[in-house]
């Protein structure tokens, strides 16, 4: 099971992420377990500067937009 995060402040872009990278697993039939951070000292721990960010298993793996269905697909199917 792959541990998500979506890093951001609770704006559309944001809930955006983490509604399409939910879609995305489900369709691949892959369980992961994702958490929205919207805590500015735990985005900043990540370094984080523009959001939406993602990480994957504590990796920051994509920040300042919200990611392509082609980039998540890559990322759950790893």
Known sequence: MKNIKV?????????????LI?????????????????DMTQIMAYGVMST??????EQ????GSIPSREQIESWIKE
Not at 7 to 19: E, N
Not at 24 to 34: C, D, M, N, P, T
């Open 52 to 57: 939406p960010a993602v990480v994957i298993d």
């Open 22 to 38: 939910t879609q995305v697993a489900e369709q691949l039939g892959v369980k992961i377990k994702i958490e929205k951070i919207e």
């Open 60 to 63: 920051v793996v994509h920040k």
């Open 7 to 19: 890093l951001g402040s609770g704006c559309t872009k944001c809930k955006t992420t983490v509604t």
